[in-house]
């Protein structure tokens, strides 16, 4: 029988409704979970137990006012996550709750508002255990920072976990919790789901409000949800994309009017009957051929279950330029203000961008997102042309390295030119910005997750998310289901 923690969010709620689980149990459970495995791996960095535990005794104290199920049901339909656990990336602002963003700089900043994302989970009933850790200001596919240190892949703890939202991820594929926020820039919800086994849903930008947008219009800085189970994403990705209005908070900009109650409501689709695009690297970025192997197993996998897998010509080969670019003048935007009090040891990533737009012409930058609009019109018409449900790529390039490299020097033996180089599968979706699902796919040749990138059309993530679970559902007995890592204390 699961212990309540490995029990997956909408698994937990119909306990929680049903009486056969306590919301203390449940939270217990998710703690000494914790106890036992976050020793070495060092994902879940600031713990707020004692108010988790006032806050879970206080949902059992509501649920047992009732004893009528559909009571409970009404209840829980009006607050979807309530007495469920959640871990927040500690990006995000959290009241009462140290929010550090990686940074020594922030070392003991304690907020006294929660950012939008974590109002919405709050309001939903949510009970916050954590902040999971980061790369220092969220950038970078490494979970290390100088603060807190490295987080380990559960599967190797020697290994990176990816990044930014690396902590969310290790948290969730080591059952500590069963929902968790991220953030995605170029692929930070999507390189860590790979790399851990989770899944982890990048939205059309708009959907998910960002209030501390610093750019008004840019595909960029995307707040969503991460899980272990394609139902459970949607069913938070319903919740933090709420256009609740806080008295006195900022405006994103880039929100538009969206009926967010749909997306938890996944339809059930005949696996036969999905047209999904194949590309292996996305007409030419850099793919290891260990991947490109890998990859093709899983295509012909879901072709033996009857999903017509379609090759078509995808031609995002010029979008890791156009990215470098682009989030080079997004960084200037970013980071102008406080540029002159980094110290010699402040987030080299972050630096490296910074400084690339300094010295780029601002001419070629403007090319640049005219060529991101090229970009973007073509790889739209494929959807139509092609008539898919969804275009399937590799998530990352490579197997998961150790931890203790920034990023691969080399793949395959080419060099890496820098930092973003080696991300291109996820930078180049995130230049186009699609919906994008990150789902599991088993185990690779080395014993680590594998996982793929599910690319849908603009504001189609409702129906992406359907698709997603299809193919979830059809690796479920196979050897690309979800896996578990055997992490245990030691």
Not at 4 to 25: F, H, K, M, Q, Y
Not at 107 to 120: C, R, S
Request: proline share 7%; charged share 20%.
């Amino acid at each position: 029988m699961a212990a309540p923690n490995e029990l997956t969010a909408l698994d937990a709620r119909s306990a929680l409704i049903d009486g056969s689980l306590s919301a203390v149990e449940l939270l217990e459970s998710c703690l000494g979970r914790i106890d036992e495995v976050d020793g070495q791996l060092n994902a879940m960095v600031i713990r707020a137990d004692e108010r988790a535990r006032s806050e879970a005794a206080a949902v059992d104290g509501a649920l047992a006012a009732t004893t009528d199920v559909g009571e409970r049901e009404a209840l829980f339909a009006e607050r979807p996550l309530l007495g469920l656990p959640i871990g927040i990336k500690d990006l995000h602002a959290t009241e009462g709750i140290r929010t550090t963003l990686g940074s020594e700089q922030f070392a003991d900043n304690v907020p006294n508002t929660d950012a939008g994302i974590v109002a919405n989970v709050r309001a939903a009933g949510a009970i916050v255990v954590g902040k999971t850790n980061i790369p220092e200001r969220s950038i970078g596919a490494n979970t290390v920072n100088r603060l807190f240190g490295a987080t380990g892949n559960p599967f190797d703890p020697t290994k990176t976990c990816g990044g930014s939202s690396g902590g969310s991820a290790v948290a969730l594929a080591a059952e500590m919790v069963p929902l968790a926020t991220g953030s995605d820039h170029g692929g930070s919800l999507r390189i860590p789901a790979c790399f851990c086994g989770v899944v982890g849903h990048r939205a059309t930008p708009g959907i998910v409000p960002f209030e501390e947008r610093t750019t008004p219009q840019t595909f960029y800085s995307v707040q969503g949800p991460m899980a272990r189970t394609v139902a459970d994403t949607a069913l938070l990705l319903s919740v933090v994309s709420s256009r609740r209005r806080r008295a006195g908070g900022r405006l994103d900009p880039m929100a538009f009017p969206f009926p967010t109650e749909t997306l938890a409501r996944l339809d059930a689709l005949n696996p036969t009957e999905l047209r999904i695009g194949v590309s292996e690297d996305l007409g030419g970025v850099l793919v290891s051929q260990s991947i490109r192997g890998e990859f093709g197993r899983r295509v012909d996998a879901l072709a033996d279950q009857g999903v017509r897998m379609v090759p078509v010509p995808v031609d995002l080969a010029s979008a890791a330029e156009v990215d470098w670019k682009v989030r080079a003048d997004i960084f200037v935007t970013q980071y102008h203000a406080e540029a002159s009090t980094w110290d010699e040891g402040f987030n080299p990533n972050i630096r490296s961008s910074y400084d690339s737009a300094l010295t780029t012409p601002m001419a070629e930058i403007a090319i640049a997102r005219s060529q991101q609009m090229d970009l973007i019109q073509k790889f739209q018409s494929l959807f139509v042309d092609y008539e898919l449900d969804a275009i399937c790529c590799p998530g990352v390039s490579v197997s998961p390295f150790p931890w203790a490299e920034l990023y691969p020097q080399e793949v395959d033996g080419q060099p890496v030119e820098n930092y973003m180089a080696w991300l291109a599968l996820t930078a180049a979706i995130t230049v186009v910005g699609h919906p994008v699902t990150a789902l599991p796919a088993g185990l690779d040749a080395f014993g680590m997750p594998f996982g793929i990138q599910l690319v849908g059309p603009m504001y189609e993530d409702r129906r992406l998310l359907s698709v997603a679970q299809t193919i979830e559902t059809c690796w479920s007995t196979s050897p690309f289901a979800r896996p578990r890592p055997s992490v245990r204390e030691r």
